[in-house]
C-alpha cells in the first residue's frame, strides 16, 4: 500500500477528525441515516441509504494528492460499470469541490468517469478515520458495515463474494490513529544523546518521513538534530542518504543496484510481475511487511543536512548486507546552457524568494527571486529523466513564469526544455563524468 506525504515528498495522509458527538463505527455496526452534501458539480443533499439501499455501498476515501488514489479511479469506474445496479463506488475526500474540479479538468483520462464524487467531507472521515489512502468502508443493502479494507482488495471476486454473502479475500485494514512521526519513536526519552535504529516498518502506518528542526523553507545553514524515514524500501534509504532527499527516488539514472535478490532492494514496482509473483507475494501489503524499513537516525547535536545524510549512508553500510558509494560514471545528461545574451542578464524584481504551484500543487506556475541553480534542483527531484547540471552564467535570482507540470515521475523534459527557451537558455543530451550512487552486497 502507497500513500505519498501532503507535507513531505512521498508521502500521504488523510486528514482524521474526532468529535464528541461522533464515535468512529467499527465492522459490524450499522451507519446512521445522514444528510450528504458537497457532490462534485452538484448542489443536491442526498442521504446516505440512498447510496447502498438494494446494493453493496464502498466509501472510497482519496485524495488528488495520492497516486494510488487516483490510479485506481478507472478500475472502480469500471467494476462500476460490469456490476451496475448492484453496487455503487462513492469517492469522497475533504478537499474542496474547486481543487478536485481544477484536477480532474487537467487530466483527460479523468473527464470521463461516471463515479458520482463527494467532496469537502468532514462527517464520514469522523466516522472512519483513517491515516493511510486509499481507505475503503464496505457497507451492505442493510446498513452494516461488512469490511474495512485496501483499494487492493475492491476486486471482481470480492465484490461478487460480498454480493452473495460469501466470505472474501482480503487484508483487514487496521491504521495506527495515535502515530505521530514528529515524536520520538517508541519511548519519548529526552536524555537520548545518539540513536540509530533500522527495523522493519510495523503494519498500520503508511510511508514517509520527516527532518526535524523541521526547515519548510531549506534555509541555508540551517541545522538538523534527528531524521526519520519510515515504510520505505534499502534502496529509498540509500537513495536519500545519498542525495540529501534532492533526488526522485525512482530516478534509476541517479543510482545502480547490483545485488543477488533486487526484490529485497527495490519496491515491486520496479521489477517485473513475474519475478514479484515467483516469490510468492500477493500484492504490495506482503511485500512490504518483509521489506519495508523504518529508520531513525538522532544525534549529539544539531548538524548540517550534509553531515547528517552522510552519517546515514555511514550507517546504513555499517548495518546492512549492502554498501552504498558512489562512483564515477560516464553518462548521459541533459545540459543547461546560455543560448542568446538576453538569457544572461535575467534578473529578479525582488520580493520573497518563492515557487508559486497550482492548487493541486501538481504543476509550478512561477519562480520569483530565486537562482536557476534551484529550478534545476527541482527540476531533478521529481523527474526520472536525465540529470540536469546547469552550466550558465547566471548567478543571480531569476524571476521566470512556468506553468510546467512537477508531479512525482511526471515531469515532461520536453515542456522544460521549450520553456527555458523562450528566455533564451537551451538544454541539449550531453555526455559527462558524474558521481553515481552503486548499492552492492558486500
Known amino acids: 500500500m502507497k500513500s505519498l506525504l501532503s507535507m513531505i515528498t512521498g508521502i500521504a495522509f488523510s486528514i482524521s477528525v474526532y468529535a464528541q458527538s461522533i464515535s468512529p463505527i467499527k465492522v459490524g455496526d450499522s451507519v446512521p441515516d445522514i444528510s450528504l452534501t458537497g457532490f462534485l458539480n452538484d448542489t443536491t443533499t442526498m442521504k446516505?441509504?440512498?447510496?447502498?439501499?438494494?446494493?453493496?455501498?464502498?466509501?472510497?476515501?482519496?485524495?488528488?494528492?495520492?497516486?494510488?488514489?487516483?490510479?485506481?479511479?478507472?478500475?472502480?469506474?469500471s467494476l462500476s460499470q460490469i456490476f451496475k445496479e448492484k453496487i455503487k463506488i462513492l469517492p469522497v475526500t475533504y478537499q474542496s469541490n474547486e481543487i478536485v474540479r481544477d484536477f480532474f479538468s487537467k487530466r483527460s483520462y479523468l473527464k470521463n468517469l461516471r463515479l458520482q464524487f463527494l467532496t469537502g467531507d468532514t462527517v464520514l472521515h469522523k466516522?472512519?478515520?483513517?491515516?493511510?489512502?486509499?481507505?475503503?468502508?464496505?457497507?451492505?443493502?442493510?446498513?452494516?458495515?461488512?469490511?474495512?479494507?485496501?483499494?487492493?482488495?475492491?476486486?471482481?471476486?470480492n465484490i461478487n463474494s460480498a454480493l452473495k454473502n460469501m466470505t472474501f479475500n482480503f487484508t483487514k485494514k487496521e491504521d495506527l490513529l495515535d502515530f505521530d512521526m514528529f515524536k520520538t519513536f517508541h519511548v519519548p526519552d529526552s536524555s537520548i544523546e545518539y540513536r540509530s535504529i533500522l527495523m522493519h516498518s510495523p503494519n498500520g502506518i503508511t510511508n514517509g518521513g520527516c527532518t526535524l528542526p523541521l526547515n519548510f523553507e531549506q534555509q541555508k545553514g540551517h541545522l538538523y538534530n534527528r531524521l526519520f524515514r519510515f515504510g520505505v524500501s534499502i534502496q529509498m534509504l540509500y537513495v536519500c542518504a545519498a542525495y540529501s532527499d534532492n533526488a526522485w527516488f525512482r530516478n534509476t539514472n541517479r543510482f545502480v543496484v547490483k545485488t543477488k535478490d533486487s526484490l529485497k532492494i527495490f519496491d515491486p514496482s520496479f521489477v517485473s510481475p513475474e519475478e514479484f509473483n515467483k516469490k510468492g507475494y500477493r500484492n504490495f501489503s506482503d511485500w512490504s511487511r518483509e521489506n519495508g524499513y523504518l529508520y531513525e537516525l538522532i544525534l549529539p547535536k544539531p548538524v548540517t543536512d550534509t553531515l547528517l545524510y552522510q552519517e546515514m549512508l555511514e550507517d546504513l553500510n555499517r548495518v546492512l548486507p549492502y554498501k552504498g558509494s558512489f562512483k564515477r560514471k560516464r553518462t548521459a545528461c541533459w545540459i543547461l546552457k546560455n543560448k542568446t545574451e538576453k538569457s544572461k542578464e535575467l534578473k529578479s524584481h525582488g520580493g520573497k524568494p518563492t515557487a508559486f504551484y497550482a492548487k493541486d500543487a501538481s504543476t509550478l506556475l512561477k519562480f520569483q527571486n530565486k537562482s536557476i541553480d534551484s529550478l534545476v534542483l527541482l527540476i531533478n527531484k521529481y523527474s526520472d529523466s536525465y540529470l540536469v547540471i546547469n552550466e550558465t552564467e547566471n548567478k543571480f535570482p531569476v524571476d521566470l513564469d512556468l506553468n510546467l507540470g512537477m508531479y512525482y515521475g511526471q515531469v515532461n523534459m520536453d515542456e522544460v526544455k521549450k520553456k527555458f527557451e523562450t528566455y533564451g537558455f537551451e538544454l541539449t543530451k550531453e555526455l559527462r563524468w558524474i558521481d553515481v550512487l552503486y548499492i552492492e552486497d558486500k
Open 48 to 77: 446516505l441509504n440512498n447510496f447502498y439501499n438494494n446494493k453493496l455501498l464502498i466509501i472510497d476515501f482519496f485524495a488528488t494528492w495520492c497516486e494510488p488514489c487516483i490510479s485506481s479511479l478507472s478500475r472502480f469506474d
Open 127 to 157: 466516522f472512519f478515520p483513517h491515516i493511510i489512502i486509499p481507505h475503503e468502508v464496505w457497507i451492505n443493502s442493510f446498513g452494516k458495515v461488512i469490511a474495512i479494507t485496501s483499494h487492493e482488495d475492491v476486486t471482481y471476486q
